[in-house]
């Protein structure tokens, strides 16, 4: 791969593999002390760049080691996070264990404070980019969870953008991830160890990263993924963040997510 000069200075002589775990567009790269992500420089999970320098040395996110956008392309290099996925199996295994590590990704994010956040509201900007994307006949229904759409669902990607439109809960607005999935939290085996893929992560209610942190949960426990974890009840995060559900909160987030 013909890397820029910047991040070829630092890995162009190295060997690494394609990241295969998450679901975004970008090609990630890992090698052993480095991330590269490489996205359409108009992507829209490309804000990671910004808001790791608003976050530096206060939250534990990757370090960036290099950026360059050009060739249509934005690259951006970063130190590697130490630690494993909380998605992987030895850490799945020790349900306390994930269950801390989410309640302290979770305090840590809700007691940061959001002046000057470079993003402002995920939940406008959401809204607003799937507007674009829905009049664009970009926005592709079949990528949504089933039952989305068709019976028992919204009948069309512009009926849920109305309901959303029009249903947005009261906000108590703190940080969010705006992707907080296991994927993208790392644990030493002891604690938090960082986040990553913070593209998303602007100000919004508090409920937004339960509501992805518990379907994630889910998905990684129930054999959505292959692997059934029993020892694992999704609801437990709740418990463990301190938060009692809230069906009506629960629903909205995740179905703003479908837009996302």
């Known amino acids: 791969m013909n890397y820029p000069a910047s991040i070829a200075a630092l890995v162009g002589h190295l060997t690494c593999q394609e990241e295969s775990v998450g679901r975004s567009d970008a090609q990630v790269l890992i090698f052993d002390d ?6 359409p420089k108009d992507g829209i999970d490309t804000g990671d760049a910004g808001l790791i320098r608003w976050i530096a040395g206060r939250l534990p996110v990757p370090e960036i080691a290099a950026h360059e956008i050009t060739d249509g392309k934005d690259w ?3 130190t590697r996070i130490r630690g494993r996925m909380l998605c992987d199996s030895s850490v799945m295994d020790h349900p306390v264990l994930l269950l801390d590590c989410m309640a302290e ?3 840590r994010l809700w007691s ?6 470079p993003s402002g509201s995920v939940v406008q900007t959401t809204l607003k980019r799937a507007e674009q ?10 990528r949504s969870e ?6 028992g669902g919204f009948e069309s990607p512009e009926a849920l953008l109305n309901w959303l439109m029009h249903n947005q809960p009261l906000e108590d607005p703190v940080l969010v991830h ?28 508090h409920w937004m990263d339960l509501a992805l942190g518990w379907r994630s949960l889910k998905y990684n426990s129930d054999g959505h993924y292959g692997r059934i974890y029993p020892a694992i009840d999704p609801d437990d995060l709740f418990r463990a963040a301190g938060v009692d559900r809230d069906e009506e909160r629960l ?9 996302n």
């Open 34 to 39: 480095y991330v590269l992500k490489i996205r």
């Open 105 to 107: 990704a979770l305090h």
């Open 146 to 151: 089933p039952g989305t759409f068709g019976p």
């Open 133 to 142: 994307a829905i009049c664009s006949g970009s926005f592709d229904p079949a």
């Open 178 to 205: 705006g992707d907080f999935c296991l994927p993208n939290l790392f644990t030493d085996g002891k604690r938090l160890s960082g986040f990553v893929d913070v593209g998303n992560m602007g100000i919004g209610d």
């Open 251 to 259: 629903r909205y987030y995740l179905f703003l997510d479908e837009l």
């Open 112 to 117: 940061f404070p959001v002046e000057n956040c």
């Open 76 to 78: 951006l290099l970063m």
